[in-house]
C-alpha cells in the first residue's frame, strides 16, 4: 500500500487504510504500507517511512506546497520497497498514492489498485490550496483525470456519488469501478463495553456538566468539515433556552475553535478535546446522546458516521448524496450549510429520548448488515484476484 499522508493519525482516511489492512490481514495476507516520516506506529503493522524533509519536519493536516516534496520522498521509497519485496498489488490511497504506486506497478509489472477518497481538486479547493478560477486549475483537473484514467486496473470508490463523479466527469469505464463504502469495526465501537460508572468518571475528567445532554463529534477540524457551524449550533441552542452541551473531539486547530466558542459566548458549553486515539474513540463516543456531521464538503466521503451507527447514537446530518448512502431514512437532515435548521434537528433530538434510542439500534443494525470490514476484506480481494487474472492473461 502507498499511502500518502503521516499514517497512522487517528482520522479520516487514516482509519479506511488501517481497517482495510487489518481485514486483509486477518483473511492471510501480507500487507506492507510505505508512508510518509510522520505518524503513529501500529502494532503488528509492517510500516515503511520516508527520511524526514531536511527544511519541514511540522506539518498540519491537508494540503501544502510541502506535500511535493514529501510524495518525491514517497515515491523513492516505494520504489525501494517494492523492489526488494516483489509484491503482487499495489495498493494506492488518495491520488498522490495512485500517481506513485502507478509508477511503481509499472516498474514491477503488477496491477495497480486505486482507492479513491474524494476528488484531488476538490479537496485542494476545500483545504484552501486551489482556486477554482485560477490559472492552476485546469492543469490539476487535467492531471486528475489522467490518474483516473490510465493508471489503475481498478478503483475502490469509497461512495456511490464518487463513482458517478468517476463515471460523468472524469470518463472512467464503469466496469473499472468497485464502489467500497467505507465500513466499521463493530466489535470495536459497541455501546455495550461500557458502563455507566466508567461513562460518568469520563465526563468528569472531561468537565461536562451533569444533567446535560451531550452533541457529540468526532474527525478532522476544518471549515469543511463544518465544525464552526457547530460552535454557531452552540450559539443557536443558548438563545433559544436549550441546555445541551457540544463534545467536539479532533483536531487541529482547537485554539482556533476554542476562541470561536468564546467570541459567541459559548465556551462553556462547548468542550474541545484535542487529538482522540483511535483505541480510545469508542469510550469519548459513548458519552454522546446526538452524534453530529455538519460536513458540508461533498467531494468526500463521512465515514465518521459509521463510528456513531455502530455506537447506537441517532444522527445529525447536513443532506448530502454520501450523508444518505449511508444513514437513509434513519439520518436526522438539515438542508446543507444551514446552520439554524441544524441547530433546531438537534434540540428535537434531545427533547426525544424515546426517538433517540429507536434510532440508534436500527442506525446499529443497518452499519451490521452493510458496513462490515470483513466482508468489504472479502471484495477487496476478489478484485485483487480479478486483476491479478487479466494481467496475467494479457502477459500470455
Known sequence: MVAPTSFFGDYGGHIRILEETLALQALGHQVTIVTYFKGNDVAGLDIRRTAALPWHTQYEVGSSRHKLAFDLYLAVRALRVGLAARPDIIHGHMHEGALIGGLV?????????????????????????????????????????????????????????????????????????????????????????????????????LGVPAGRPIVAYLGLLASYQGTGHLIEAAAHLKQAGEDVHFLIMGYPGVDGYRAMARDLGVAERVTLTGRVPYAEAPCYLSLGDVA??????????????????????????????????????????????????????????????????????????????NYSWQRAAGEIVRIYRACLGTKRKLAS
Not at 113 to 141: C, K
Not at 168 to 174: A, C, E, I, Q
Open 105 to 205: 506497478a509499472h516498474w514491477l509489472g503488477v496491477p495497480l489498485i486505486f482507492d479513491y477518497q474524494g476528488s484531488l481538486t476538490g479537496e485542494m479547493v476545500d483545504h484552501g490550496f486551489l482556486n477554482p478560477q485560477g490559472q492552476l486549475y485546469p492543469w490539476a483537473r487535467q492531471l486528475e483525470r489522467f490518474i483516473d484514467r490510465r493508471l489503475p486496473q481498478a478503483i475502490l470508490t469509497s461512495s456511490l456519488r464518487a463513482r458517478h463523479s468517476l463515471e460523468n466527469d472524469f470518463g472512467v469505464r464503469p466496469e473499472r469501478i468497485s464502489p467500497l463504502p467505507d465500513c466499521v469495526d463493530l466489535n470495536r465501537f459497541c455501546p455495550d463495553h461500557f458502563s455507566t460508572e466508567a461513562k460518568t468518571a469520563l465526563r468528569e475528567q
Open 292 to 369: 453530529v456531521s455538519p460536513k458540508v464538503s461533498v467531494t468526500e466521503g463521512s465515514g465518521k458516521v459509521l463510528n456513531y451507527m455502530a455506537m447506537a447514537q441517532p444522527i445529525v446530518a447536513y443532506d448530502t448524496s454520501v450523508h444518505r448512502e449511508y444513514l437513509g431514512d434513519l439520518g436526522v437532515y438539515a438542508p446543507a450549510g444551514d446552520v439554524a435548521a441544524l441547530a433546531t434537528r438537534i434540540a428535537e433530538l434531545a427533547h426525544d429520548p424515546e426517538r433517540r434510542h429507536c434510532l440508534g439500534q436500527q442506525l446499529r443494525q443497518r452499519a451490521a448488515a
